[in-house]
Structures are given as structure tokens and as C-alpha cells.
């Protein structure tokens, strides 16, 4: 069974400093693993996505996360937080061999960023 | 505009009074969702449709029904809807192949309130 845990509900970090966002995943085959964003009164943006492609993914406004199968982690990271970056982040995870529609969606991590 | 359309955006209704919710697509795309957004739950797979004519129970389909007679639309109908379903609704589309690892295009959300 497929399952996505967002270690940290809320994450606050001042503006130009790092953002870590972290998201552990289990899934019994090859996961495909994507963040999505959320501003208020929005709907979801899609961040980035991984595919079984290059571990490494890089996604749009300086976001990027790692897929690292030993630790089952997709963590997501920007150099410099910028004020539009708060929002609500979520990772979500789908059975990547199997021709479903099923995702699973983690808990949301609520980004705060300070001036 | 490509763009993922639900109407209405606000909904108050009473216990038992049937509703349906309207979602519409542009991009005809063969995959559509519905989940639902409670606080610190994250978003949770309500129904979706591979196909038209194709739809499947997500993680929490009771109370909700659906249906995909065209491809471009993907209603949401509470039959008898009860105040545990106050939640806010979101339609997502994608384009699909084998495995799933599409983007998800999300509707900007139906807040509904059941009294």
C-alpha cells in the first residue's frame, strides 16, 4: 500500500534564507513522486514531478527535491525563500506500475515566510 | 485558456438536500479527480475516471457518487448530503498514459457547507 508522510506541518524560515520540506513516501513498486503547491483560495500547482528519471528534479520558481530510494524520501528545497513562497506544500505519491488513478496526497507543510 | 472549470465556488445547503457539484475541462484530457480538502488531512481521493464511462472509488467515496458520460465533464453529486461532508472540493484533469505520472490540473475549489 502506498502511503506519504510531510514531516513538518508548519515550516517557517526568514526571507533569502534555505527551505527544506520534507516527505517520506512508502509505495510497493516504483513510485512516481510529485510536490504541488497551494497559495490561499487557490487550487494546486504542480512544482515538479518524478518520473524513474534522473534522481535529481528540478521544478519551477528554484524549486527542487531528490528522490533517494534508500531513505524512501523526496524532500524539497529552495536556495533562497522568497515572500511569494508561502503557501501550502503537498508531496504526493502514485503506484507507478500500475495503470491506476489512485494518489495519495500527504498531510500538507504550511510555509511561512518572514521578512 | 486551458483550464479545469467547478461551479459553484460556494455552496450552503441543508442536511439530505441533493446537490451536485459541476467540473469541466477544456483540455480533453481522459483522467479526472475529485477529492476533498479537510485541515490537517491533506486532500483525499474522493472518485475518479480513467475514461468516459470509466470512474473508480478513491479512499473516500461513501455518500458521493459520480459519473463521466462525456469527456469533458466529471459531476460530483451528494445524494444526501450530511454535515460531515462540509469540506472543500476540489475537480482535477490530466492527460494519462500507461502508468500515471501526468500533471494534475486542479479547479479552484467548491467550498461547501452542510448545516
Known amino acids: 500500500a502506498q502511503s506519504v508522510t510531510q514531516l513538518d506541518s508548519h515550516v517557517s524560515v526568514s526571507e533569502g534564507t534555505p527551505v527544506l520540506l520534507r516527505c517520506n513516501y512508502s509505495?510497493?513498486?516504483?513510485?512516481?513522486l510529485f510536490w504541488y503547491v497551494q497559495h490561499p483560495n487557490k487550487g494546486l500547482q504542480l512544482l515538479l514531478k518524478?518520473?524513474?528519471?534522473?534522481?535529481l528534479v528540478k521544478g519551477i520558481n528554484g524549486f527542487e527535491a531528490e528522490f533517494k530510494k534508500s531513505e524512501t524520501s523526496f524532500h524539497l528545497t529552495k536556495p533562497s525563500a522568497h515572500m511569494s513562497d508561502a503557501a501550502e506544500y503537498f508531496c504526493?505519491?502514485?503506484?507507478?506500475?500500475?495503470?491506476?488513478?489512485?494518489?495519495?496526497f500527504g498531510q500538507g507543510t504550511t510555509l511561512q515566510v518572514k521578512p | 485558456e486551458a483550464q479545469v472549470t467547478q461551479n459553484p465556488r460556494y455552496l450552503i445547503t441543508v442536511t439530505g438536500k441533493k446537490l451536485t457539484v459541476t467540473c469541466s475541462q477544456n483540455?480533453?484530457?481522459?483522467?479526472m479527480s475529485w477529492y476533498r480538502q479537510d485541515p490537517g488531512l491533506g486532500l483525499r481521493q474522493i472518485y475518479y475516471?480513467?475514461?468516459?464511462?470509466?470512474?473508480d472509488k478513491g479512499d473516500v467515496p461513501e455518500g458521493y457518487k459520480v459519473s463521466r458520460k462525456e469527456k469533458r465533464n466529471f459531476p460530483l453529486i451528494l445524494e444526501s448530503p450530511s454535515p460531515n461532508q462540509t469540506s472543500l472540493y476540489f475537480c482535477?484533469?490530466?492527460?494519462?498514459?500507461?502508468?500515471?505520472?501526468?500533471?494534475?490540473?486542479f479547479g479552484n475549489g467548491t467550498r461547501l457547507t452542510v448545516t
Open positions: 504526493v505519491v502514485s503506484d507507478g506500475s500500475s495503470n491506476t488513478g489512485k494518489l495519495i
Open positions: 475516471s480513467m475514461n468516459v464511462e470509466v470512474t
Open positions: 483540455m480533453n484530457h481522459e483522467y
Open positions: 482535477a484533469s490530466s492527460s494519462t498514459g500507461i502508468s500515471f505520472t501526468g500533471t494534475l490540473h
Open positions: 509505495s510497493s513498486y516504483s513510485p512516481s
Open positions: 518524478y518520473t524513474s528519471a534522473a534522481t
